[in-house]
């Protein structure tokens, strides 16, 4: 199976901070790689599928990369609203495993 | 405009059984990937199943418990759990994933408890 190893589990920042989200594959990925945000009593949203394709109507303050088996999300500039748990989720081969997740809080 | 509705959650016993259903429109079952991820209360997402076209798949927790399956002609995925744990209880998610990869569709979720 595919292991995704998501860094750091938490982290605080203040409104308008950047913050970076990190997942490491175990394996080569391509570029099978979503990233989701989930908020208490909501359905996962999809942020980002394909790696570095947002999906439509997110904020363009988020983007995403890949270089090899490492995939960043970036918040460019942190907003009250994106207080929330940020996951990765490989779909390149089944078990289609996500990260451990990242909370994200505001100071 | 697509749509997957869970149902069949609720309460079971340790050791009950439970079979969840995924309802799709406007979205194929039979020719799509269809998968079922828990968030479990306190902790993150787990991928539990899929079905894709003849194939199945199970995350090692619920290998030889839970069964997926479908029936084309309602559009529906099923997933049959037996055997359940206290440790199942969360809330189960459909999840449709195009063929090709680039679009991705959740349920509204339904909640699973395992408690006696």
């Known amino acids: 199976d595919i292991q995704m190893t998501q860094s750091p589990s938490s982290l605080s920042a203040s409104i308008g901070d950047r913050v970076t989200i990190t997942c490491r594959a175990s394996q080569g990925i391509s570029h099978f790689l979503a990233w989701y945000q989930l908020k208490p009593g909501k359905v996962p949203k999809l942020l980002i599928y394909s790696a570095s394709t947002s999906q439509p109507g997110v904020p363009s303050r988020f983007s995403a990369s890949r270089s090899g088996t490492d995939f960043t999300l970036t918040i460019s500039s942190l907003q009250p609203e994106d207080v929330a748990t940020y996951y990765c989720q490989q779909y390149s081969g089944a078990p289609w495993t996500f990260g451990q997740g990242t909370k994200v809080e505001v100071k | 405009e697509v749509q997957l509705v869970e149902s069949g959650g609720g309460l079971v016993q340790p050791g009950g059984s439970l079979r969840l259903s995924c309802a799709a429109s406007?979205?194929?079952?039979?020719?799509?990937?269809i998968s079922w991820v828990r968030h479990l209360p306190g902790k993150g997402l787990e991928w539990v199943s899929m079905?894709?076209?003849?194939?199945?798949y199970y995350a090692d927790s619920v290998e030889d418990r839970f069964t997926i399956s479908r029936d084309s002609s309602k559009n529906t995925v099923h997933l049959q759990m037996d055997s359940l744990r206290v440790e199942d209880t969360a809330i189960y998610y459909c999840?449709?994933?195009?063929?090709?990869?680039?679009?991705?569709?959740w349920g509204q979720g339904t909640l699973v408890t395992v408690s006696s």
């Open positions: 999840a449709g994933t195009a063929e090709n990869l680039d679009r991705f569709h």
């Open positions: 406007e979205f194929t079952v039979s020719g799509n990937y």
């Open positions: 079905i894709y076209r003849g194939d199945t």
